[in-house]
Every structure is written in structure tokens, then in C-alpha cells.
């Protein structure tokens, strides 16, 4: 069977027309068609269209982007405690540091440290050790610039011996040294220069010690590798370098929960975060550490001027995750904070938000078009966004009228100019709504799709996300009249343990070395071939609709979700036989959990966690046709009981959730490989807390009858989903160099070969460009293997108005034919 498309061009404010086909392949699949018309030009595509979004998370700036390497620099990310630094005492020498509040160098750095040495000698110093973000990397002949204030008692003036050493403190890389230390504070700079010997390494430290005894006081301690253009106070060059591949028209900054914070006082307080490090305090950031802000707010901008892309500014708004200034004289603070941060961005000279700017260093004003009031304010609970947002947005346009105000969630008193929807998902989901613009609503407001991405793989997308995000890309991109930008999120992340709080992210990391997904590369391979407008494709290709259809079968278990529960008496039967009887009292091991904090508990299995989707699963993956009954009480929470049946595995079962939305409704929903949906029963069923249920799920073939003490409450049949789409085709016309741009997606197994036709161009040339991305669906890149999966650049052999084309099997492909 055949599927066609017909994707005619589109005009601004036309109406909408399907833009994509998107089918199965069958194991070989048969030849297609598609037919880009040159002739019929659709919508522009904004230049600003591919962009990046960034917030403090996975340790992207402290310990990632922003290159400095001494950790707790300022001694303040563990209130008394001294984290991230040890004392060096040899045999015969003693050494103590501890926190003082007196004489700090400036009111926001608070603290010094002070160190007291006694026994240290020439052939035996002594001093303190910086263990830095997950060890102090150190590279071959490479200079690092180190600085600190220091001050110190009488009778000791110095020196301080600086160094890079290895964890062990057997190996000096590099070292240098400072005198004529006094009793007043004073900045003290030395370079360490590595030899060109030094084998890389992600776990060296940084040392002060004196060979002398005496008394030391330390403030902000820093040490910088070389930076991107050479900034001082710079970024870090690889990741910098993998950027300006992406080409990216915007940075979103600082977009995500990061521009919230936890409450009020944790929230990016741009003012504070501005002028000389001595004077920024930092702040308790929303991902659980501390934030230098030593990447403040003109640091972000910077970073977009070294990379030509403009800042979509994010504003705070007065939406903490636990706080909310309500609309009206509390929340006008906020809004001058934000006039004048934008007066600080824009402003010239004579303003005087743009005076301090260029007192800071930068006289120009940066450019900006965007601003972005808040950050996912569908979460503010007391329904206040619209009137907080129309506060913002009457405030700014009364000032900056060109200036184009971005909603984070519906406003209806007033018609935003841009909305920024978010998407996280699973491949399935994602394949299966590549079409979501497609009938948006032209005339509502045009969409920023803020962040979004394909969540399988940890800590970066696996290469079948990766199909399944250039799929999306594609989607966004031919519906470029409804869709302003995007940005993927989260950009990066630490790949050492415990450094990341997000388990799918673009771009990976060590202190040493840094690696693109596969996704990255699409996207810089997209971000690199851009066009000016979009132009109407007709396609068709063979279409597979039968799904396989095996009779389902699987495991059992038990959940919640936001909600402590607790289980007992847990037993399956099939007809007179017991499959699995559960002895909580001999211990779990025979359960697999996911997600929550599990434990027996008087006789029963207890969740007492409060994260969603707790799993905990048991029995044989091939079970069929059987009765579970157990018993469930809540303890407390948001939620009831969710009991599972034919689980394959966390992202593949049926889930019974007795007390879902709310602890208002019982649900049934399928989900496979990760897609899922409703199949059925849905009760009104409130779960009461501290009382023992009796529950009951009677399984034969794919019919499936659940019972609350006894009654039966919702039934549903088990039949799996019709398969996903998995060919993708947009295609666009670069307006200054007239080259016509195909970008294609295969996610299926088999090739697909299409006969390809550029309509309303006088001839095209034998010879082209292609860029082609080919793996398996399971592949990683990684700090090991960076580059399993990238890109070729390959020659388009063979093309003109009309000429065949071979799709790979899980292929991104990108087609550059010459028009002439
Ligand atoms: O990208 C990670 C987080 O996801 C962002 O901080 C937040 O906006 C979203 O919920």
C-alpha cells in the first residue's frame, strides 16, 4: 500500500495543509516519490529560527561552560564546612583551615579562609589542596592563570607556593610562586605552565603551601585555562567550539527552573550577578549546588556575542517554585528590575543601566529582540500568570514597543506575541506528533518551542532519539510561519557521577575532554544548513500499517506516583496454580525497583519516596492469562495505587492507576517503548488514606478486568499500537547562495529509495552535497567514543530535476543539490 502527500506551499496566514507523510517501512521497503516545487515558495523561516537554551544544571556553567576550575573558590558553598578543599601536611608539619567571617575582602564574598601551618620547611611545605569540579583537570603545555586575595599575620610574609599537582601530590605539572604578603588584603596572580610531556588528566589538584610557618588568610581563590577569544573570566574552548558549530541564531538565558529558583531568594537576581567578582555574593542555584555567578549576567551576553547569536532573554517574573508575588504594587519591584535589566542589555551611554554596562567592560549595547517572562508558569498554582504576565508585558512595551514578549503558558485577557511550549518524550511520542504544528492556529501567537527533546539515553540521547529529534526539527521546521525558534534542553551536562540532576542532555563532558550526541550532530548539521523560506514537498512512500501483533504478556508490580503506599499479601494464580506468592519477611531480591524509596516494612512493601512513577516489578516476562490480588493502603501524597501488568520493562506495560489526576479518577494506559495512551476504564475512584484496599486484576489474553474489594471497577483490551511514522521530508531554499535544501529522516530499519524531483527551477547539476548520519538505534556517543555516530559529508552523485535517491535505514540525511 501506498500513502501520498500532496504539501502545498504555505502563505502567511493561509491556511494549513498537511506538511509531512509519515509511514512504516516493511522490511524492503518499495520506491517513493517526492517532489520539492521551487516554484511555490511557503513561509520564511526566521534567521534567528535555531537557537540554544541554558540554565545552571548538570553543572553547565560552575564545572562545565565557565572555565574556572577551583571549586568553592569563595568558601561558601557549605555554610561552616570547608567542601572541596583539603589541608597538604607532611610528616612534621600540622595544618589547619577554617572559616573567618572577620575582615572580608568585600561584603559579598563574606568569608576568608584562614590557614595556620606550623613545621613546614623548605623540603616538607605545607599548605591547602582545591580538589576543584570532580578533580582539577590538567592538560600538556598549556598556561593556567591562578589568582587569590591574601593576607597574612605578622611575622610570615610569604612565600605561597602555587602548583598543579596530581591527586596524590606525587607529581608537580607545574608551579610558581608569591611573595611580599602584608596584613592587608592584596590580589596576588601567578601563571603555571604545563610542560609538553604532561599526559591529560581529570584528577589534579591545586595546591597552596608555604615552606615556612605562619598564618594565611584566602579569598577568592581562581584558577582559568585558556579561554574562548582569550576572555578573561572566559568560557572553556572545546564546548565553545561545539557551539559556534550549531551556528545558533539565540541563546535562551538563563531559561529553565534555574531563572525561578527554589523560593524567592534563590532566583537569578541579575544585579547581583554584574561587575567585579569581588562584589557578586552568588547564590543557591535550583539544581542543588551553589552558583559562583561568576557567569552573570554579562558573561551570558558575551557568550552570545562570540557565537553571532542573539540573547532571548528570560526575565524573572516573581514565580519561585515555592513562592509567588502576586500580580499588582508587590510584583512591581520585579518589573523594574526587568526595565532596567533590558535598559542594561540595550541601553546606551546615557541610560543608567547602559552606563554600568559599559562600566563593566562593555560599551555596546547588545542586540535584542525577545523577551521571555518567566519560565514554565503553567506550575504557579495560584493561577496568577495572566495578570503577572500583562503587568510585565504593558510595563515593557510601553518602553521597548518593538521588543516581542514571550508567554510561558496560556494568558487570555491579552494576546501574547509568542508562546513557549515544552516538550519532553519518548521516541514513539515524539515520531508520533511530528505534526503537531501543522494545524496550529495561525492566527494565535507564534510559538517558541523552548525546550524540548527526545528522552532516551543517559546522560545524552541514544541515536534512535536522535532520529526521532531531527523528525521534530523537521516538523518545526516547515511549519516555520507558526514556529518562531526552538532550542533543545537541557544543553549540557558533567558526565562524572553525581554531577547530573538530567538524564538525557545534548552536549557531554569531563574536565578534559567533550563529546556531541548524535543529536548534537543533526543539529549543527541542520543549524549549518539553514534556508531562508520553506519550500512545498509532495511525497510518497510505501506505508506498513499492520503492527505486530503478539499476544501481550509480562511481569506484575506495583507503584505510585507522588505518594507513599504500602503493599502485602501479594500473590498471582493461574486457574488452581500459584505462579508467585510474595515472602516479604525472606526479602526483595527477586524484584526489580524503579525509581522510589522501597523497603519492608511491618510485612509489607513500603514506597516512601515522593518522586513520580515509582516502579517495583516481579515475576516472568512471559506470563499471560493469570489473577493478581494484593492488598494497598496510602500512607500519604498526592495519588493512590498504580498496579502494573505485561511489563516488558519500565517504559513497556499496562498501569492500573487507582487515584490518578489528582486522586480523583482510576486509569488504564498502555505504554510502549515509551508511547503511551489510555485503553480504558476510567471510574471516578477517590483513595482514602491509612485504609487496606483489596485489589484484583484478572489478566486472559489481552483482556484485562480490574476490581477494587471486589467490585469491578474498569476493563480494558491490550492491543498494541498502530506502528509509529518513520519518514520525514522537509525541504527550503537558502535565498543568497539559491541552493535548495532537502532535510530527510528514515527511522525505519530498511532503506528507503525515492525518485526525487525539484520542481520551478530552470536545471540542476549532476554533482551535489549530502550529508548523511547512519547508526544503530541503540548507539551513544561518549567521552570514549565521541564520534560513533556523526555525520559524513558525502558527493550527490547522479542528481538533477529528476534523479533517484537511496534513504539509509535509520538515516538523518541532509541533500545540498546545485540549482542553476
Ligand atoms: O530542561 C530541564 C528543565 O525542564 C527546565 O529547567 C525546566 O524548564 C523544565 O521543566
Redesign the pocket.
Known amino acids: 500500500m501506498k500513502i501520498t502527500t500532496t504539501i502545498p506551499a504555505r502563505t502567511f496566514g493561509a491556511a494549513l495543509f498537511m506538511l509531512m507523510t509519515a509511514v512504516s517501512a516493511p522490511v524492503i521497503a518499495d520506491p517513493g516519490s517526492l517532489t520539492v516545487h521551487a516554484d511555490r515558495p511557503g513561509p520564511k523561516i526566521n534567521p534567528l529560527f535555531y537557537g540554544l537554551?541554558t540554565?545552571d544544571?548538570n553543572y553547565s556553567w560552575d564545572g562545565g561552560l565557565y572555565a574556572e576550575l577551583i571549586r568553592n573558590r569563595s568558601f561558601k558553598d557549605s555554610g561552616d564546612k570547608v567542601d572541596h578543599w583539603s589541608t597538604v601536611a607532611p610528616a612534621g608539619a600540622s595544618v589547619t583551615m577554617s572559616l573567618d567571617r572577620a575582615e572580608p575582602v568585600s561584603a559579598a564574598l563574606g568569608a576568608s579562609l584562614r590557614v595556620e601551618v606550623t613545621g613546614a620547611t623548605a623540603s616538607a611545605p605545607a599548605g591547602i589542596a582545591n580538589h576543584g569540579y570532580f578533580g582539577v583537570p590538567v592538560k600538556p603545555s598549556t598556561k593556567y592563570a591562578a589568582s587569590f586575595y591574601a593576607r597574612c599575620a605578622p611575622g610570615f610574609s610569604g612565600p605561597l607556593l602555587v602548583s598543579l599537582q596530581s591527586a596524590d601530590g606525587r607529581t608537580t605539572f607545574a608551579k610558581a610562586q608569591v611573595t611580599g604578603l602584608t596584613g592587608k588584603w592584596k590580589k596576588y596572580s601567578a601563571t603555571l605552565q604545563t610542560p609538553s610531556g604532561v599526559a591529560a588528566t581529570t584528577a589534579g589538584q591545586f595546591v597552596l603551601m608555604t615552606d615556612r610557618p605562619g598564618t594565611v588568610w584566602l579569598s577568592l581563590v581562581s584558577l582559568f585555562p585558556p579561554t574562548y577569544k582569550g576572555r578573561p573570566n572566559g568560557l572553556r574552548v572545546d564546548l565553545m567550539n561545539k557551539l559556534a558549530a550549531m551556528k545558533p541564531g539565540f541563546i535562551r538565558l538563563p531559561?529553565?527552573?534555574?531563572i525561578e529558583g527554589y523560593n524567592l531568594a534563590s532566583h537569578f537576581d541579575w544585579k547581583k550577578t554584574i561587575g567585579p567578582l569581588e562584589d557578586r555574593p552568588g547564590h543557591p542555584g535550583?539544581w542543588g549546588y551553589r552558583a559562583t555567578d561568576g557567569m552573570g549576567l554579562l558573561e551570558l551576553l558575551q557568550w552570545c556575542e562570540d557565537l553571532n547569536a542573539e540573547p532571548v532573554l528570560a526575565v524573572f517574573n516573581g514565580y519561585a517554585m515555592g513562592d509567588t508575588v502576586q500580580p499588582g504594587p508587590a510584583l512591581e519591584p520585579y518589573v523594574q528590575d526587568v526595565l532596567d535589566e533590558i535598559e542594561y542589555v540595550t541601553g546606551d551611554g546615557n541610560t543608567k543601566w547602559g552606563a554600568v554596562r559599559a562600566r563593566n567592560g562593555h560599551p555596546k549595547p547588545f542586540p535584542l529582540h525577545y523577551v521571555e517572562i518567566g519560565?514554565?508558569d503553567w506550575g504557579d498554582k495560584s493561577g496568577s500568570y495572566d495578570a503577572r504576565y500583562v503587568q510585565f508585558y504593558h510595563a515593557i512595551k510601553a518602553k521597548y514597543p518593538h521588543l516581542q514578549v514571550i508567554a510561558t503558558t496560556a494568558v487570555k485577557s491579552i494576546a501574547p506575541d509568542v508562546l513557549d511550549d515544552?516538550f519532553?518524550r519518548s521516541t514513539g511520542e515524539t515520531l508520533r506528533d511530528v505534526s503537531h504544528y501543522d494545524k496550529y492556529d495561525r492566527k494565535g501567537p507564534q510559538v517558541f518551542v523552548g525546550?524540548w527533546?527526545t528522552t532516551e539515553g543517559k546522560p545524552t540521547p541514544t541515536y534512535e532519539a536522535s532520529l526521532a529529534d531531527a523528525a521534530w526539527l523537521i516538523g518545526l521546521e516547515r511549519n516555520a510561519d507558526a514556529v518562531a525558534m526552538e532550542c533543545y534542553?537541557?544543553l549540557f551536562v558533567n558526565v562524572n557521577p553525581g554531577a547530573s540532576q538530567?538524564d538525557t542532555n545534548l552536549i557531554g563532558y569531563d574536565g578534559v575532554s567533550s563529546f556531541g550526541s548524535p543529536s548534537y550532530h543533526m543539529q549543527c548539521l541542520f543549524g549549518g544548513n539553514r534556508g531562508s523560506v520553506v519550500l512545498p514537498v509532495d511525497f510518497s512512500v510505501p506505508q506498513n500499517t499492520t503492527a505486530p501483533d503478539p499476544m501481550p504478556q509480562g511481569r506484575v508490580g506495583v507503584g505510585s506516583w507522588a505518594t507513599q503506599v504500602e503493599y502485602k499479601d501479594i500473590v498471582v494464580t493461574q486457574d488452581d496454580r500459584t505462579l508467585y506468592k510474595a515472602d516479604l519477611a525472606a526479602g526483595v531480591a527477586d524484584w526489580r525497583f524503579v525509581r522510589g524509596d522501597w523497603k519492608v516494612q511491618d510485612g509489607a512493601l513500603q514506597q516512601s519516596g515522593n518522586s513520580g512513577n515509582c516502579q517495583a516489578f516481579v515475576g516472568d516476562a512471559s506470563w499471560t492469562d493469570y489473577s493478581l490480588r494484593l492488598k494497598a493502603r496510602k500512607i500519604s501524597g498526592e495519588e493512590g495505587f498504580r498496579i502494573f501488568l505485561h511489563v516488558q520493562g519500565e517504559k513497556d506495560f499496562i498501569s492500573w492507576t487507582i487515584g490518578d489526576a489528582g486522586n480523583t479518577h482510576t486509569a488504564i494506559e498502555k505504554k510502549q517503548n515509551g508511547y503511551s495512551r489510555g485503553i480504558g476504564g476510567d471510574a471516578a475512584v477517590k483513595v482514602e488514606t491509612g485504609r487496606w484496599y483489596d485489589i484484583r486484576v484478572d489478566v486472559h489474553g489481552r483482556q484485562i478486568a480490574c476490581y477494587l474489594d471486589g467490585k469491578l471497577i474498569s476493563e480494558a483490551t491490550d492491543k498494541p499500537f498502530p506502528p509509529a511514522p518513520t519518514f520525514f521530508a522537509t525541504a527550503s531554499r537558502d535565498d543568497k547562495t539559491q541552493d535548495i535544501i532537502i532535510k530527510a529522516v528514515n527511522a525505519s530499519a530498511a532503506p528507503q529509495v525515492m525518485a526525487l524531483g525539484i520542481d520551478g527551477v530552470p536545471s540542476v547539476a549532476s554533482a551535489g552535497t549530502q550529508w548523511v548520519m547512519t547508526g544503530s538505534p541503540k548507539d551513544v556517543n561518549s567521552i570514549a567514543e565521541p564520534q560513533k555516530v556523526a555525520p559524513r559529508k558525502l558527493l550527490l552523485n547522479n542528481a538533477g530535476r529528476s534523479f533517484t535517491h537511496e534513504f539509509p535505514a535509520n538515516s538523518v540525511t541532509v541533500l545540498r543539490p546545485l540549482c542553476l
Open positions: 537554551m540554565e544544571i531559561g529553565g527552573c534555574y535550583f519560565n514554565e515544552h519532553y525546550e527533546a534542553a537541557p538530567w
